[in-house]
């Protein structure tokens, strides 16, 4: 279901993006990236979440019957660990906090607490509206509802404490999706597009665009149903980003160019 109405919502999305091109091209920067290396990818996977600590991917997945938190492997895509989502919801995004691992559900508005060892569940929480991804920096949560609009929540109660709206040149950016905080500043990938926002937390500008459309030959998808560019990670010890998309064989780690 959720495929389908977002099918439908990108498609609107992507007219208004072609008819307000001239006024895209003409804002913020955008930059491109080459590819370090090439990792496999679960190409079953339809992925909502996604993010790298002590040497493995954790990986949250949708669609109803089919969501899953995993943690993989990332030299093999060897899956170490999975647990699968009750039946009735469509999973979302996942992040870390401590030893807990936090994941959202797209429409029921109820999160998900789990040992981020064992993955057994420990708790719940709530949330109004859609949920849609999740990251952190060292003080708070940070998560995306599908608008333009950025939350903060507190780590430990999972209370909002704040929210940013997200603009290019005082355009608001809509369909933020799957997140990823690195070096003070936020990734976010918009969804049914191939570009990346580069966020300023403190003001919720966007500060450049990364744009990965070469990536979608290189990982063999089409990018035009469900297999969109998704999935965003960063592995702060040795400097590498890798990002991936739904449905996709492949995961990238890229090194980004300078925006121009």
Known sequence: MKSILRSLGGLLFAAALSMSAPAWAATAPVGGYTVVKAYPHDANAFTEGLFYRDGFMFESTGLKDRSFIRKWNLETG?????????????????????????????????????????????????????????????????MSDGTSFIRFLDPETLKETGRIEVTDHGVPVRNLNELEYVKGELLANVWQTTRIARINLATGEVTAWIELAGLLKEAGVTGQRDDVLNGIAYDAAKDRLFVTGKLWPKLFEIKLLPPR
Request: aromatic share 18%; glycine share 10%; proline share 0%.
């Open 78 to 142: 060897f899956s170490e660990q999975e647990r699968l989502l009750d039946s009735r919801y469509f999973g979302e995004g996942i992040v870390d906090w401590k030893n807990r691992l936090y994941e959202l559900t797209w429409t029921d508005e109820i999160g998900f607490i789990y040992d981020i060892d064992t993955f057994e569940k420990v708790g719940e929480f709530s949330y109004s509206g859609e949920g849609w991804a999740l990251t952190r920096d060292d003080k708070r949560l940070i």
